[in-house]
């Protein structure tokens, strides 16, 4: 039974038993900080078990797609080398919010596993764990299922602390959690395949031969910051199956790589490394690396220097790597693409409608590390050439790796043919500092919540900015209180508001709540929890309490000017890919009062042309003022609609589709002008990269656009006046200047020339003849770090064989440049001298054996610096 079987199998069987099947979503967690990648079934359903969202079922299934590459979570370095490990996995699961509980959920499993018309395995087989304390799961398993008391093994709390058990989960430190219940298959039970393991709670259970194939979790407590356990009001279920694993078993196997999917896979690297398949781990590494790579792109990661980017380039690299211990040295990761579309095209299909731009994106990145590798490779050979104990300092090997992505084993290899070792304490150090640095700073932190439990807030936005409502809820300092005086600041939860809650990019509305003398003024508006705003401001007279009935007011101007960006930006994307191509995707986006913001997948800048094209076609959809509408549907019914999805963004089942004529249709909950006809003008006013293949347009539109335009038109008839010359000759005239400009660059190059060649002739005679060495230390005046350069390339020419150090002080800055001849760079290298002079004038540099140079701030250390020559290259001549 191949993969895609398994999963269309076990996806059926469970709506067979009232299940709604639910897509997998994307890897990256919409709107939740605290994940770096999605990584388990329950992810999509997190607010749903701790009550903070609904959905209109109660039982539900997937087939979730999952990353393990960075994080608390990261399975990176074992990729490869054991049988499970993986970066990129499916996670099959059925879940219950309230419904049915331990009974059924262990009779689903049970059923779906050995029952004769799915999965048919053995139950000699199997056998299953329990919490040490759930007597309740142990008498199912055993009066219920019938397995034998024997085969059913109690885990107690193994990992040093109570409820700290292999088979107790929990969300975290605090909130839902509960025992589970596992299932293990017996890959050899008589022995014969020498396979090596024992049962769980074995001292042997870490082996190969007794696999976990299914995780049943039971949400049923509630755990509280001082450690106590409360009951769940509806305990929930959580399951979890991996696809690779049960494939693995399906097809006569222990060893993942060697299902249908890793095979297809393995075989296309073998064949671009001209090597048999499976004749090395490099093969298993790329196999498992090419999955992750291509479904993080597709779901909007690119490689960056920071956050999923960085994992992904991590990945992306390691394979490449990898790719290099075969023998591949030309660019072949992006032609991996072909056969995973092959393979699992048909259950992803967004594979086949991305290959295109994967496989460019894939090859950019393959470019780019190759110039990494050249760079990397200049900086190991300088760092070799200047160390005299044989070991490449930890420094230096961190720096490789952290800045350019240079792989540790990589530097390995290369320092043990030249018979050289790593400072590996030094690394660690430097890691562990990095990784101080990346904990104080991570974009990936929970933070803290008001503890609101009351209902959701009505949002009346859409149709008015004013409106009756009542306070139900109030905040100071984080903590709830009944009442606000004039003077203090707060949160208002309020039952009903017109004010729109920061989300999807738009910013959150600002605006006054008052009641006969009270006035709160609203600076923000946020989301406490799901469908709770929250009214962030200052209240500047009377009393507010918990009760009172408020009148909520939006600041009109404000929330006017955001709805035009906020349209402006649904037409904007809609445009960039029709005009640049359907890889465009969005990235991220801020719509605020002043402007639209937005980033999207792009390769390389817009052209000029391309931009005039974007602007145009905006504007097109602008002058056409049609109506601006709003409709709700299901989420799979909005998507065969034609409705875009944004990145970062996590919806319910239900959606809001808006819809501007044939020109956008994309899910958005935010507000919006009534027909296209109002935003009134889009200008564009900016373009650029933000990280590597992601551009930023910022755009303007209304008032806004007017007042740029006419403040353009302002200096356009400055410029003119200063050039004296009318706004329609500015551009000849401009031409004129840079001739000009040109013209005595030339002449000043020339002059610069002819003052070195004199400065050359004049230096020569102060040479020193040191130790049969000639070596001349000079200060210079009125000369740049390029007459420098020109200048040292005459003295050496001159002297034929010798060292030479010159130094300019200019303002108060040092240039300094050192040049030893070929003959001499095996007794005095030009780095070293030009740092030991830079280290007195307050600076430093570096450069090649045979040419440095290096710039300070303390012009008047310079004459000691440079008399300090002469000595220094006699040490370096005994």
Known sequence: MNSNELRARFLEYFRQQAHTVVASSPLVPGN??????????????????????????????????????????????????TARHHTFFEMLGNFSFGDYFKLEAIRFAWEFITGKDWLAIDPARLLVTVYQEDDEAFEIWNKEIGVPADR?????????????????WSMGDTGPCGPCTEIFYDHDPDGSKGIWGGPPGSAEEDGDRWIEIWNIVFMQFDRAADGTMSPLPAPSVDTGMGLERISALMQGTHDNYQIDVFRHLIEAVAKLAGAEPYSSPSQKVIADHIRATAFLMADGVLPSNEGRGYVLRRIMRRAIRHGYKLGVTDAFFHALVKPLVEIMGEAYPQLVEQQAQIEKAIRAEEDSFAVTLDKGMKLLDEAIAGIADKTIPGEVVFKLYDTYG?????????????????????????????????????????????????????????????????????????????????GESGVVVLDATPFYAESGGQVGDRGVLSAATMRFDVADTQKIKGSVFGHHGGLASGTLRVGDSVKAEVTESLRRATMRN?????????????????????????VDAQRTRFDFSHNQPITAEELAEIERRVNTAVLANVPVETALMSYDDAIKAGAMALFGEKYGDEVRVLTMGGYSTELCGGTHVARTGDIGLFKIVSEGGVA???????????????????????????????????????????????????????????????LASSAGGDLVGQARDISGTKVLSASVEGVDGGGLRDLMDQLKDKLGSGVILLGAAN??????????????????????????????????GGGRPDMAQAGGTLPAALPAAIDSVYGWVEQKLQ
Not at 35 to 52: H, P
Not at 824 to 835: D, H, P, R, S, Y
């Open 692 to 754: 590597a293949g992601v551009r930023r347009v910022e755009a303007i539109t209304g008032d806004n656009a007017l007042n740029y335009l006419r403040e353009l038109e302002q200096r356009l008839r400055h410029a003119a006046e200063l050039l004296r010359a009318s706004p329609d000759e500015l551009v000849s005239k401009i031409e004129q200047l840079q001739d000009r400009s040109k013209q005595l660059d030339k002449e000043l190059a020339a002059l610069k020339s002819k």
């Open 811 to 844: 303002g108060d800055k040092v240039s300094l440049i050192a040049g030893v001849t070929k003959d001499l760079t095996g007794k005095v290298k030009a780095g070293e001298l030009v740092n030991f002079v830079a280290g007195q004038v307050g600076g430093k």
């Open 32 to 81: 939740d900080p605290t994940l770096l990648f999605t990584n388990a079934g329950m992810v999509q359903f997190k607010d749903v078990f701790t009550g903070q969202d609904t959905r209109p079922y109660t039982r539900a299934v997937s087939s979730q797609k999952c990353v393990r590459a960075g994080g608390k979570h990261n399975d990176l370095e074992n990729v490869g080398y």
């Open 406 to 486: 240079f792989p540790l084993d990589l530097t390995a290899d290369i320092a043990r043919e030249r018979e050289l070792s790593l400072d590996m304490d030094g690394y660690e150090r430097e890691m562990e500092a990095q990784r101080t640095r990346a904990r104080a700073a991570s974009s990936f932190k929970t933070g803290q919540s008001l503890s609101y439990t009351g209902a959701d807030t009505r949002f009346t936005g859409y149709d008015a900015l004013q409106g009756e409502a009542t306070v139900v809820a109030l905040y100071r300092d984080g903590a709830s209180v009944d009442a606000l005086n004039a």
């Open 566 to 590: 906020h349209s402006a930006t649904h037409l904007l994307h809609r445009v960039l890919r029709d005009v640049l191509g359907a890889h465009v995707a969005q990235k991220g986006s801020l």
């Open 152 to 168: 059913i093994i109690r885990i107690g709390d193994n990992k040093g602390a109570r409820y700290a058990s292999d088979n107790f």
